[in-house]
């Protein structure tokens, strides 16, 4: 097998390389399919998940003729099963649940899968990923986060290659090959600052979902884009590079770059740093995913080319920790690790979902996850049935924190 595959490379014939994505719907997924439409000779989607935009899975399968969707529930596998067989596409199978997302991710079939399921909706799917032996390009950092030492130890076990796809990560990677892992000094990560980098302290608690929902520089999901609003994406990206990297949270640092051209820099013993720098499209990050430890030439198929004319100056700031508390929780949960961890996400993601709802301000997402932090016992999962539970446990205290923190606000607005 290995023989054949040299020969057709020395033949310069390249392989199709056939994929998962998980979270197919979403802004990472429609962006690998991009992709695909691009390099329909390098990559193809064979099996698909997403949560409930039924009406983009259908186009998809339509588009795709997916060998397998999953969908989040039943009820809605269901439906869509009946609109692909009103189509004539019955062939398509359609699953649901975890389950559903485990079996996408582990398809025999599948050489490479797209972890890009937002949240820890994503973790059961991606680690059952890890465990076959798939190769992996990573998006949901939540997974990271949540379970990155027992994922990371799958991978290692297997042999398999994590590939970063979010871009501070991805930057780091593309830099850590000018040198060796103890050449490393430390990891600088880029953060835009978000929308609010300039606000007035005193204006932060009449900050609407509307106007947290504007990022500067990326178009993204809606978790992620308030995630960075709060810089809290940022301090899941500290813990996401220490466990990609092998890097203590004191080695990896945070920069406020408003630009958002370098995505990340590698600092060497010897003083040399190299950065990384391109457009802002996640397709970048994708595709070097993809096609690592290949690159890929872009020039007609995807624009991707940087104007290096056009860059007129780069800024570099230190964070401002008073502004962002989120960033300093991280760097603690950091420190802490295993149950910490869990916690961060699970209370950040509680805390966001009812700030978009208008339950509680935009500074009660801090306040929700130093609170459940405070909570959290100190404990190390030892399998993610154990993360499950924490998780669970987790945001089950953070839905108490909030319910509190909305009693307040009516009882004190009437
Ligand atoms: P998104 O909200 O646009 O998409 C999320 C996807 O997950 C959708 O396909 C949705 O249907 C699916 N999903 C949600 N719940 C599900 C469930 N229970 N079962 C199955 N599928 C489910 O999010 P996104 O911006 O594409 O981000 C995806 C992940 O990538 C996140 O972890 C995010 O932090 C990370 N990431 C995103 C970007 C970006 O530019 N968008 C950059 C870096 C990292
Ligand atoms: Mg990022």
Same mark, same amino acid.
């Given at each position: ?6 020969a ?17 719907? /979403? ?10 439409? !691009?390099?329909?000779?390098?990559y ?6 997403? /949560? ?25 596998a269901a ?5 692909l ?9 359609? =699953? ?9 991710a ?12 937002? #949240?820890?909706?994503?973790?059961e ?11 992996? #390009? ?12 027992? $994922? ?8 398999? +290659?994590?590939?970063p ?13 000018? /040198? ?7 990891v ?32 993204? /999901?809606q ?14 990206? =500290? ?22 051209? =370098?995505? !990340?820099?590698?600092?060497?013993i010897d003083?040399?740093?190299?950065a ?25 198929? =995807? ?6 004319a ?19 929780l991280?760097?603690? +949960? +950091? ?6 961890? $869990? +916690? ?11 700030f ?8 009660? $997402?801090? !306040? ?14 030892a ?32």
């Amino acid at each position: 097998m290995q023989r054949s595959q040299e020969a057709l490379q020395s033949a310069n014939i390249v392989l199709v390389k056939k994929l998962a994505i998980l979270g197919s719907t /979403g802004s990472i997924g429609t962006s690998t399919l991009s992709i695909c439409e !691009s390099f329909p000779d390098r990559y193809t989607p064979i099996a698909l998940a997403a /949560g409930s935009n039924i009406d983009v899975a259908f186009a998809q399968c339509q588009h795709w003729l997916p060998k397998v969707i999953s969908l989040a529930t039943e009820e809605l596998a269901a439906a869509l099963k009946l609109r692909l067989k009103a189509a004539g596409l019955s062939q398509i199978e359609v =699953v649901h649940g975890t389950v559903g997302s485990v079996y996408v991710a582990t398809l025999p079939e599948v050489d490479f899968v797209v972890s890009a399921i937002v #949240g820890v909706a994503g973790l059961e799917a991606t680690y059952a990923a890890v465990c076959a032996g798939k190769t992996i #390009g990573l998006a949901n950092k939540e997974c990271l986060v949540a379970a990155g030492e027992l $994922i990371l130890a799958a991978a290692k076990e297997r042999n398999i +290659a994590l590939l970063p796809i979010d871009s501070e990560h991805n930057a780091v990677h593309q830099a850590m090959r000018g /040198g060796s892992p103890q050449e490393v000094k430390q990891v600088w990560l880029t953060a835009s600052g978000g929308p609010f980098r300039n606000t007035p302290l005193a204006d932060f608690e009449h900050i609407t979902p509307a106007q947290a929902l504007k990022h500067p520089t990326w178009v993204m /999901g809606q978790r992620i884009t308030i995630d960075s609003a709060t810089m809290m994406n940022k301090g899941f990206e =500290v813990i996401e590079a220490c466990r990609l990297f092998h890097l203590p949270p004191a080695q990896v640092r945070v920069t406020i770059h408003p630009q958002s051209t =370098v995505h !990340s820099l590698v600092e060497f013993i010897d003083g040399s740093i190299l950065a990384q720098i391109s457009v802002t499209d996640m397709r970048l990050p994708i595709l070097y995913a993809l096609a690592y430890p290949e690159r890929v030439a872009v020039e007609g198929k =995807v624009p991707l080319t940087f104007d290096l004319a056009k860059l007129s100056h780069l800024d570099f700031s230190e964070p401002d920790h008073t502004r962002f508390p989120c960033l300093r929780l991280a760097y603690e +949960a +950091a420190a802490i690790g295993g149950d910490a961890c $869990i +916690a961060l996400n699970a209370a950040d993601e509680v805390a966001v979902a009812a700030f978009l709802a208008h339950q509680i301000p935009f500074l009660g $997402i801090p !306040s929700t996850i130093e609170r459940v932090l405070a909570l959290t016992p100190v404990r190390r999962p030892a399998s993610i049935q154990d993360v499950l539970q924490a998780d669970s446990d987790a945001r089950q205290r953070a839905r108490q924190v909030v319910d509190t923190m909305t009693h307040q606000t009516t009882t004190t607005t009437v």
